[in-house]
C-alpha cells in the first residue's frame, strides 16, 4: 500500500518550483523582474526543462520584447522548439526591424524539419520593408504555395500588404482578386496601396465596388477615401463618405470630422466645409489649416486671412500655406510679409516654407533678402534638396546674378530635369546664350530629357544670342528627336528671333503656317520687329490683328498712332484717336519695384500712396532737371491715349 502511494519527492519539489516561478513570471512588469526570475531558475537547476523554457520565450516576446537578443540567448537552448516558438522569434526580429534575421531563421526551420503554419508568413511578410520585399517578397510567395497556405486569410493580408509596399500594384491586385471579398481589411489594404502610389481614381473605384459587394467600411477605410477624394476633388464619393460617417452610432472622431473637411474643401464645397468645422465639438490646427487652404485654393484670400488670423494655435504647414496663397495671386509683398510674421511668433519654417520664399523674392528681384533666405537655410540646417536648389537658381538668374546661380548648380548633390532647365532659361534670360546651349546638350549628356520649357529655355538663348540657323536647328529636333510639339510660347520665340533679324517677311510666313491661331502674345513679337526695322505695312498688320484679338488694349492703339504719325498718315491718326474715345481704352499702369533695406517698394505709374512720395517726386524732378541741362531728350515721341 505504501508502494502503490509512493511519490516521488524530486517530482513533487519540482512541480512545487514549476507552479511557483510560472505564478511569479504573471505578474512580471520590468524586464529587470523578468531577469531576476530567469536567475533564480538557473540558481534551481531548472533551466533546461522544455516547458520552462517555451514559457520563458513566449513571455518574453510576447510582454517585453524590445530586447530581441536576450529572446534569441533563450531561444539557441532549446534542444527542439516548435512552430510556436519558432514564429515568435521571426515575430520578435521582425518588429525591431531585423527582418534579415527573421529570414535566416524561417531558413533555419526549414532546415530543423519543421513545417511553417498559417503565422509564421504574415510575421515574415509585415516586417519587410520596400527593398527588402522586393529582394525576397516574391520567394516567400512561392513557400506560401508550396506549404498550401494561399487561402489563408492572414497570409493573403500579408501578401496583399508587401506587394502594394513595393508599388507592385498588380501583383497585389491579383493576390487580392484570388482572395475572400468579404474582409474589410483586405479592402483596406488595397486602397492604402494605391494611395501610396498615388493611383487615387483606382482608390475610388476600388470603395466602389466594396460598397456593391455590401462591405461596411471601417473607419480607416472612410479616411482612406476621403484622402483620395481630396486628391482626385470627387465631390460625389465625398458626399457618400460623408453619409457613412454620419450613420455611425457612435461619436464621430476628430481625425475623421478633419478628413470630410480637408476633402470638401478640396472639392471647393467649402460652404459645406465650413458647416462641418463649425459643428465640431473640437477642433485642432488640422481643421483650421483644412480651411484656411480651402479658401487659399479657390482664390479667396480675404477670408483665408480671416480663419488664419483667428487660428489659436499655427503650425509650419498653416503658415507656409498661407504665404503660398499670396504667392498664387502675385501678391509677392505680402507672401514677404507673412514670412516676417511667421519669423516674430517663433516658428521655424521648413523648406516648402523656403521655396515658397525664395520664389516671391526671384518675382520681386529683392536679391537682398533672398541671400538673407540663403544664409537663413545654411545656418539653421533646413533641408537643402533638390527643390530648395532649384529655387535659389531660379532667384539668383531673376535678381540678375548668374555666377551666383551657377555656383549653387555646381555645389548641388542632386539634380533633376527642373535643375537643368531653370539653367537653360535663366542663363538665355540673362544674355548668356552659349552657355545656356552647352547646359543644353550637357543635360542630354547625363540622360536627362529636355521638355517645352527647356526647349523654349534654348530657343530664348539663340535669339539673345542672334544664331538664327542653330534656332531652326533646335525647332526641328523639338519633334524628330524628343516628339515634342511646339507650342505658342515656341513660335512666339522663332517669330521674335527672326523678326529681330530683320527677317521680317519669313516670320510672318511662319505666323500663317502655324497649326494654331497665333494669339496676341505671337502678333506682338511681329509688330514689335516691323517696328525695330521700320516696316509701316506689317507693324500696321499686326498691330490690327492683336486689335482684333484686344479691342481694348491702350497701348497698341498708342503704338499704331506712332507708326501712322511716322508716315505722316494724319487721316488714319485721327481715325485711330477717334476710336480710342469711342471705346475710352485705358493702358495698363506701368508698374517698377526696387529693393532698399531688405524691403521691396512697389510703385504703380501715377501713384502717389507712398509714405515718401512727396520726396519722391521732388527727387524726380531735380534729375529731370539735370537731365536737360545736360541735352538730354527723348529719342521718340510718343502719342499718348487720352
Request: proline share 2%; glycine share 8%; aromatic share 8%.
Amino acid at each position: 500500500m505504501l508502494l502503490r502511494n509512493h511519490v516521488n519527492p524530486k517530482a513533487s519539489i519540482f512541480n512545487v518550483l514549476f507552479s511557483h516561478f510560472i505564478s511569479i513570471l504573471g505578474d512580471c512588469k520590468t524586464t529587470n523582474q523578468f531577469k531576476q526570475l530567469h536567475s533564480q531558475i538557473i540558481i534551481r537547476g531548472l533551466e533546461s526543462n522544455p516547458t520552462i523554457q517555451t514559457k520563458l520565450l513566449l513571455f518574453w516576446c510576447s510582454r517585453l520584447g524590445s530586447d530581441v537578443g536576450y529572446a534569441y540567448k533563450l531561444f539557441v537552448k532549446m534542444p527542439e522548439p516548435d512552430v510556436v516558438v519558432w514564429n515568435n522569434m521571426i515575430k520578435g526580429f521582425s518588429r525591431v526591424g531585423c527582418v534579415k534575421e527573421g529570414v535566416r531563421l524561417y531558413l533555419s526551420m526549414l532546415k530543423k524539419g519543421v513545417t511553417p503554419d498559417g503565422h509564421t508568413f504574415p510575421f515574415l511578410l509585415n516586417g519587410l520593408k520596400r527593398g527588402e520585399a522586393l529582394a525576397c517578397g516574391k520567394k516567400l510567395h512561392c513557400h506560401v504555395l508550396k506549404f498550401g497556405l494561399g487561402s489563408n486569410l492572414y497570409v493573403h493580408n500579408g501578401l496583399v500588404q508587401m506587394y502594394s509596399l513595393c508599388g507592385l500594384m498588380d501583383m497585389a491586385r491579383g493576390v487580392f482578386d484570388r482572395g475572400r471579398k468579404e474582409d474589410v481589411f483586405s479592402w483596406n489594404l488595397m486602397i492604402s496601396g494605391c494611395n501610396r502610389m498615388k493611383l487615387y481614381e483606382e482608390s475610388v473605384r476600388l470603395f466602389a465596388e466594396m460598397e456593391r459587394r455590401m462591405v461596411i467600411p471601417t473607419s480607416v477605410t472612410l479616411l482612406l477615401v476621403l484622402s483620395a477624394c481630396s486628391k482626385v476633388r470627387d465631390k460625389d464619393v465625398c458626399k457618400r463618405v460623408h453619409g457613412y460617417v454620419s450613420e455611425c452610432t457612435r461619436e464621430t472622431s476628430l481625425k475623421l470630422e478633419n478628413a470630410l473637411v480637408n476633402a470638401y474643401a478640396a472639392c471647393g464645397e467649402m460652404d459645406i466645409a465650413v458647416r462641418i468645422f463649425k459643428s465640431m465639438k473640437t477642433r485642432d490646427v488640422i481643421s483650421w489649416t483644412s480651411i484656411v487652404k480651402g479658401f487659399v485654393d479657390i482664390g479667396n484670400l480675404e477670408l483665408a486671412r480671416t480663419y488664419f488670423d483667428d487660428m489659436p494655435v499655427r503650425d509650419r504647414i498653416s503658415w507656409t500655406i498661407m504665404i503660398d496663397g499670396y504667392l498664387r495671386a502675385d501678391c509677392f509683398n505680402e507672401s514677404l510679409d507673412i514670412f516676417r510674421e511667421m519669423q516674430n511668433a517663433g516658428m521655424i519654417p521648413d523648406e516648402f516654407t523656403m521655396v515658397s520664399v525664395l520664389t516671391a523674392c526671384a518675382h520681386l528681384g529683392a536679391l537682398e533678402i533672398g541671400e538673407w533666405v540663403k544664409t537663413y537655410i545654411d545656418k539653421n540646417k533646413i533641408k537643402n534638396d533638390v527643390v530648395v536648389g532649384n529655387a535659389l537658381i531660379d532667384m539668383y538668374f531673376k535678381c540678375g546674378c548668374s555666377e551666383k546661380a551657377q555656383k549653387v548648380f555646381h555645389e548641388m548633390c542632386q539634380r533633376d530635369k527642373f535643375t537643368w532647365t531653370t539653367m537653360v532659361v535663366g542663363l538665355a534670360n540673362n544674355g548668356q546664350g552659349e552657355d545656356a546651349i552647352k547646359f543644353f546638350f550637357g543635360m542630354q549628356d547625363m540622360s536627362i530629357q529636355p521638355d517645352e520649357i527647356t526647349y523654349l529655355g534654348v530657343l530664348s538663348a539663340c535669339n539673345h544670342s542672334g544664331m538664327i540657323e542653330q534656332a531652326k536647328k533646335f525647332f526641328s529636333k523639338m519633334r524628330s528627336d524628343h516628339r515634342i510639339e511646339p507650342n505658342l510660347a515656341h513660335y512666339g520665340c522663332m517669330v521674335d528671333l527672326l523678326g529681330r533679324a530683320g527677317l521680317v517677311k519669313e516670320a510672318y510666313e511662319m505666323i500663317r503656317n502655324m497649326p494654331m491661331n497665333p494669339n496676341s502674345v505671337v502678333w506682338g513679337a511681329l509688330l514689335g520687329a516691323s517696328r525695330l526695322h521700320n516696316d509701316e505695312s506689317m507693324a500696321e498688320l499686326a498691330a490690327k490683328k492683336i486689335l482684333e484679338l484686344e479691342p481694348d488694349n491702350g497701348a497698341v492703339y498708342a503704338l499704331l498712332c506712332n507708326i501712322y504719325a511716322a508716315c505722316e498718315r494724319w487721316e488714319d491718326l485721327r481715325e485711330v484717336r477717334r476710336k480710342m474715345v469711342d471705346i475710352a481704352t485705358k493702358k495698363i499702369p506701368g508698374c517698377s519695384l526696387i529693393e532698399v533695406n531688405g524691403v521691396a517698394h512697389e510703385f504703380v505709374c501715377g501713384d502717389k500712396s507712398h509714405l515718401q512720395s512727396e520726396e519722391i517726386h521732388m527727387k524726380l524732378e531735380e534729375l529731370a532737371q539735370e537731365s536737360t541741362f545736360t541735352g538730354y531728350l527723348p529719342s521718340e515721341l510718343l502719342f499718348e491715349a487720352g
